[in-house]
Structure formats: C-alpha cells, structure tokens
C-alpha cells in the first residue's frame, strides 16, 4: 500500500522561510503533488514533481528526490495568508486514486 | 471559468433523512470524484466517475449512492446515515481520471443527528 508522512504542525514568522517534508512508501510511483487548504476552504493545487529536483513558482518551490522517497515543499517570503494545512498526494499504482498525506498545519505568526 | 460549485454550503440531517449533495463544473473535466474530510485529516476518496461511468467505488458504504447525470453533474444522495458520516464533502474534477491536478469544491459540511 501506500503511505505518506508529513509533520503534523509547523510555526513560523511573517517574512520567514519554511520547509514542509514529505517522504512516502509507493508501490509504484508517477510523482508528488502538493495542495494547500485554509480552514474550512477546499484543497487548491500547488505543484506537481514527477522528476528530481527543485520545481519553482513564485514564493513555493518543490522538491522531489525519487532515490529518497522524500519531497518538500519550500515557502518563502511568509505571509499571514499562508496560514494553511498542506497536504503531499501521490497517486495509486495502477489506479486513478490519488492518496493524501497526514497533512502539515502551518501556523504563520506576525 | 476555472469553478467547482456545491451545494448546499451546510446540511443537518437525521438518521431517517433522505438529502442529496450536489456539485457542478463547467471546465469540461471528465473526471470527477467524491472525497470525506473529518477535522483535522486529509480528504479520502469515495468515488471516481470517468466519462459519466463509475469507475472507483473505495468501498463505501450502501447509505452513500453517487449519481452522474452528465459530464458537468455529479450528485450524492444520502438516505439513513449514521452521526459517524458527519465531515465535509469535498466534489472535484480534473481533466481526465487520475491527474494529479484536481480542481476542488468549497465542500457540503454535513452534520447528521
């Protein structure tokens, strides 16, 4: 089967920089993406990796190393508005099912 | 218009109710699916349909009976569910089944006494 770890809570400050770390267990693998979901708001799309290395748009990058089994996503410039939980998705061998991580809270502070 | 649309925003139902959940998209995606959020946790699957057809069916119970009267409709009906099925209903759509880009709906929050 498959499984995604992410840490459950990270803080930082306004205009700070932070790293939100997936690593996952596939059976199979085509890539990782990344969603962000305010509270009671619905889970927008981030980015996708299929291939190693750092992936950038705007203030978030991600990361992919398929040797590692590991990903993250890199936030820059913090804002309050980044206040969000951010989930890693990869998606099931051989199915059309895509499997969210445990999700990280991200607490932005002024 | 880049739009996933549910309704309602909010229901409250009891356990004899029978209530449907509706969602709607106009970005000619062929895929759309069905996902249950409890607090605090990842949306999980429930239900894929590709081309109207109903293509995953992650085992859910009978209660929950997803419909697809066409490629920009998708409904749940809901008929004796437990207080356990209260959470978020998420609907989403992509272009095709399994894309890794998934176009979200605001959610249907559903509480069942």
């Known amino acids: 089967g498959q499984s995604l770890e992410q840490p459950s809570e990270v803080t930082a400050v306004e205009g700070a920089i932070v790293q939100i770390n997936c690593t996952y267990q596939?059976?199979?693998?085509?890539?990782l993406s990344w969603y962000q979901q305010h509270d009671g708001g619905a889970p927008t799309f981030l980015s996708y990796?299929?291939?190693?290395g750092l992936e950038e748009t705007g203030r978030f990058s991600s990361f992919l190393s398929r040797s590692d089994s590991y990903g993250y996503l890199l936030l820059q410039e913090l804002q309050m508005k980044d206040s969000a939980s951010y989930f890693c998705?990869?998606?099931?061998?051989?199915?059309?099912?895509?499997?969210f991580g445990t999700g990280t809270r991200l607490q932005v502070f002024p | 218009d880049t739009e996933v649309t549910q309704t309602p925003k909010h229901l409250v139902m009891g356990m004899t109710n029978k209530k449907s959940l509706k969602c709607e998209q106009h970005?000619?995606?062929?895929?759309m699916y069905w996902y249950k959020q409890k607090a605090k946790k990842p949306p999980e699957l429930m239900f894929v349909?590709?081309?109207?057809?109903?293509?995953i069916n992650e085992s859910v119970p009978s209660r929950f009976s997803p419909e697809c009267p066409n490629s920009s409709l998708l409904n749940l009906h809901l008929h004796a569910l437990q207080p356990e099925d209260s959470a978020l209903y998420l609907c989403?759509?992509?272009?095709?089944?399994?894309?890794?880009?998934?176009?979200f709906g605001p959610g249907t929050r559903l509480t069942v006494l």
């Open positions: 349909y590709s081309y109207e057809k109903l293509s």
């Open positions: 990796n299929a291939l190693d």
């Open positions: 970005m000619g995606h062929r895929a």
């Open positions: 989403a759509s992509s272009q095709i089944s399994g894309a890794d880009e998934q176009f």
């Open positions: 998705a990869v998606r099931e061998d051989n199915t059309d099912k895509l499997i």
């Open positions: 596939t059976s199979g693998f085509y890539g």
